[in-house]
């Protein structure tokens, strides 16, 4: 049936509009679409190239090389050798399981560093390099160049590793680098994003850590194109670093490595200052340990051993040991009472044995007495009676105001792992660390450096410096930083009355060039270099009555770990004071037998240069010092003039 002209017309203005709608929503469409796509071509360009470069490049950090470490006179005491290691990248390796198992067929992984690779490897963003092997040789490094094709991600490095070529001689001051831990993190609140880089290696303890500022450096930067997985396709640029700073520190190395050698088989420290400058000439601490061990990851079993000795190798006695000084305070008595005008220099004393005091005896060393004795002659027999009684007349704060003039209860401000305080005690001192009064018996105790008196072998070296000099001669261990000299240690003048240090300086000298003084035996006969010291032993155990009555034990009848402490302090040349030394030898006995004859040693040492003629040691030494000055010769072989090690 035909539709009616009507109805057809009807129908055709339907259409048309309906075609004239979806026709113009079809433009409007697509004028918004043209629109859009303006905008994200036009005006935001800029914005997806920016994103689209993030993707494709990536911004990778350049460790910087770390700052060498140098002795006075130029030697290497730390250096940065090349290391091969090998590293990976997972999202370019793909299965990573798979590669390292083919890795491990070409090289041997230490089971330890593939375990802390592995948990790098999950926790790490995927194009960071992990580091899966280090230190490994170049026939190996051959190997994984060859195979490469079947080891994706991995790669064969050279870097630098920190390297000591004196060994144990510097563990104590220099102290050794290791990888970045959680524990270092969580210590710092903004850490540096070199930090993260694993196994990124920094100053532990020591010298290493207390300039880690100066020594590390700076971070360079490189821009490297990588494909859609990662793999890196080039490198468009790179910004180099800044090295960290060398330093070059007062110690020197002869000297240094003498001391080591001179200590060796002793639980001991000894410390050596220029008495001018106050440099740090040599500083060590005995027995010590090899900290290549520490940078390479010690083993169990090797820190084991080092903390199982008895003589406790991984402490700096030099610094961080505290002692009761002994007899080497008794300089610092005798200056406060005379000082203050509580003692004069013709004073006597009478030394029967002992003194009562509040009804209790405190014994002198020599059990039958000294009879009369003055400042001189209680300084060249060490007599405890004297001073006892110049503590009676001065007071605690007089002498403990003393000792910290000469030095002593001070901690000195050297970039060196927990530098000690020791203790110059007061009456305030006693009520707030004890909660008990001050009694008589305190200040007697004190005044022959017993009580609670503790002190280093550091602060017993400045003591001796400053009563050579009356300056406040102060430690310097840092020579220079990149070659601008640092300040010295030269000090102002303590304003000591000089009449009364030229005498406490001629008691000393008898103690080691009198007949009659207590370290006669340990003298140096040539005129030039006589030294003058003073010998100390320090009680570690109580002596009771009963002992007393049928006679007191000698040290060598008594286990290593309750017998005295052996200390002796010195400069020398007695009318030019060049050095100061200081030595503690633990449970060592006496000081005249055991600390004495070390810091001899080491004076004639440190003012030769080298071995000493054997003509300045008493005759009867001579065959002794002989074959010893031979012995440490064979022990130290890396200081028999080796301009290799010269910067």
């Not at 963003?125 to 051959?142: K, L, N």
């Not at 563990?171 to 970045?180: D, K, R, S, T």
């Not at 210590?187 to 540096?192: C, E, G, S, V, W």
Request: hydrophobic letters at 40%; charged letters at 25%.
């Amino acid at each position: 049936m035909r539709r009616a002209p009507k109805d057809s017309a009807e129908s055709h203005r339907l259409i048309t509009r309906r075609g004239l709608i979806l026709g113009g929503a079809q433009v409007g469409f697509m004028g918004l679409l043209a629109l859009r796509m303006r905008y994200l071509q036009v005006d935001q360009a800029d914005q997806f190239r920016l994103l689209a470069d993030e993707n494709r490049i990536n911004i990778r950090l350049i460790p910087p090389t770390r700052g060498r470490i140098f002795d006075r006179n130029g030697a290497v005491i730390a250096e940065n050798v090349p290391s091969y290691r090998i590293t990976m990248v997972r999202e370019e390796a793909g299965d990573v399981d798979e590669v390292i198992a083919r890795l491990s067929r070409l090289v041997e992984l230490d089971p330890d560093e593939l375990r802390r690779a592995m948990r790098d490897l999950r926790e790490l963003r995927g194009d960071t390099p992990v580091t899966i092997a280090e230190r490994v040789s170049w026939d190996e490094i051959s190997r994984i160049a060859v195979n490469t094709p079947a080891l994706p991600g991995v790669t064969p490095e050279v870097g630098l590793s920190r390297r000591y070529p004196n060994g144990k001689d510097y563990a104590h001051l220099v102290g050794y680098v290791g990888p970045v831990s959680d524990r270092d993190l969580e210590k710092i609140d903004a850490p540096d994003q070199l930090l993260l880089i694993p196994r990124f290696q920094i100053g532990k303890i020591g010298l290493e850590a207390k300039r880690e500022d100066l020594l590390r450096g700076k971070a360079g930067s490189k821009r490297v194109e990588v494909n859609a997985t990662g793999q890196v396709m080039r490198e468009l640029d790179r910004k180099e670093g800044q090295a960290g700073a060398d330093l070059q520190v007062s110690i020197d190395n002869n000297l240094q490595s003498y001391v080591s050698a001179r200590l060796e088989g002793e639980s001991a420290a000894a410390v050596v200052i220029d008495c001018e400058t106050g440099d740090l000439l040599a500083c060590a601490s005995s027995p010590s340990y090899d900290p290549n061990l520490f940078v390479r990851g010690i083993s169990v079993a090797n820190y084991k051993a080092l903390l199982d000795n008895k003589y406790r190798p991984l402490p700096n006695k030099a610094v961080q040991g505290i002692y009761p000084p002994g007899s080497t305070f008794k300089m610092v008595t005798a200056l406060a009472a005379l000082e203050n005008g509580h003692a004069s220099l013709n004073d006597t004393v009478y030394c029967p044995g002992h003194l009562k005091v509040s009804g209790r005896r405190f014994h002198c060393w020599k059990r039958a007495g000294h009879g009369n004795v003055d400042l001189h002659r209680s300084l060249r027999e060490s007599c405890d009676v004297y001073y006892y009684e110049m503590a009676l007349r001065t007071g605690i704060e007089n002498i403990s105001n003393m000792a910290m003039r000469l030095g002593l209860g001070v901690a000195y401000d050297l970039p060196l792992t927990s530098v000690a305080k020791g203790l110059a005690p007061t009456k305030e001192w006693k009520l707030a660390n004890k909660g008990t009064d001050w009694v008589i018996g305190d200040s007697v105790n004190a005044a022959i450096g017993q009580g609670f008196v503790l002190t280093s072998p550091l602060q017993l070296a400045v003591m001796a410096s400053r009563l050579a000099t009356g300056r406040s001669v102060t430690p310097r261990l840092i020579k220079s930083v990149n070659g601008v000299e640092q300040p010295t240690g030269h000090g102002e003048d303590l304003g000591l009355n000089e009449n009364l240090l030229r005498e406490v300086r001629k008691a000393m000298y008898a103690v080691s060039n009198n007949r009659r003084g207590t370290a006669y035996g340990s003298r140096i006969i040539e005129d030039a270099f006589r030294m003058a010291g003073k010998t100390g032993t320090s009680q570690v155990r109580n002596i009771s009555s009963g002992e007393r009555a049928t006679g007191v034990r000698k040290n060598s009848a008594l286990p290593w770990e309750q017998r005295d402490h052996a200390l002796f302090v010195s400069f020398a040349p007695f009318d030019n004071p060049k050095v100061a030394v200081a030595v503690v030898v633990e449970h060592g006995g006496g000081g005249s037998t055991a600390a004495a004859p070390v810091a001899r040693d080491i004076v004639l040492q440190a003012l030769y240069g080298d071995d000493p003629p054997l003509d300045v040691y008493p005759e009867k030494d001579r065959g002794i010092v002989k074959k010893r000055q031979e012995e440490l010769r064979r022990a130290r072989p890396h200081t028999a003039g080796d301009e290799s090690d010269r910067a």
